[in-house]
């Protein structure tokens, strides 16, 4: 099984909303990442968890806040969002971050901010 | 550092035609090599990998080829179908690198027309 859950998959919110992501795999994954996808481009890398410690911010707004309960999930929350910030939100798994191993992505959280 | 490069463009071309993608990558290291495909509305499927020279990845009916020489991993798949229209992703990680950076290509629209 190579799956990786996402909930919820549309999410539209107000820029003064509170709101959370969350991402779940149980392949015994030690590695999980966040990626950001604007349409028709590739993903970008936004935050790294490595053994459930976050190994890897590539400079994200504090709007944005990752947390990883345990080694099979994956969170990220969000607060006071800009229209900007609309996107498809990937959630992605690997057996580890320090091998160049394949990386699994979950089918993503479709976010509108109004 | 790491990229690949896609060639230009989407692609359009009718059903059970010849599908050739071309991919080119510059890496430190020794790179591992994927294509990963998106289909609309949906997130990253592992297509096919490649780990070492000369390795060929396949699924579905796709195939490439790790070439070192010429930094290559174009993708083929030699009678197309209508069901796989969608966006087509290279990308590679760097062993050696570190905390498993997927660097991708810009993405390829594929469209088959019955």
Known sequence: DTEVTQTPKHLVMGMTNKKSLKCEQHMGH?????YKQKAKKPPELMFVYSYE??????SVPSRFSP?????SLLNLHLHALQPEDSALYLCASSQESSQPYEQYFGPGTRLTVT | ????????????????????????YTATGYPSLFWYVQYPGEGLQLLLKATKADDKGSNKGFEATYRKETTSF???????????SAVYFCALIS?????????????????VIP
């Not at chain 2, 174009?74 to 796989?84: A, I, M, P, T």
């Not at chain 2, 050696?96 to 629209?109: E, I, P, S």
């Open chain 2, 74 to 84: 174009h993708l083929e798949k030699g009678s197309v179908q209508v069901s796989d």
């Open chain 1, 30 to 34: 030690r590695a999980m990442y966040w």
């Open chain 2, 95 to 111: 062993r050696g690198y570190g905390n498993n950076r997927l660097a991708f290509g810009k993405g390829n629209q594929v469209v």
């Open chain 1, 53 to 58: 410690k976050l190994s890897i911010n590539e």
């Open chain 2, 1 to 24: 550092g790491n990229s690949v490069t896609q060639m230009e463009g989407p692609v359009t071309l009718s059903e059970e035609a010849f599908l050739t993608i071309n991919c080119t």
């Open chain 1, 67 to 71: 947390e990883c309960p345990n080694s």
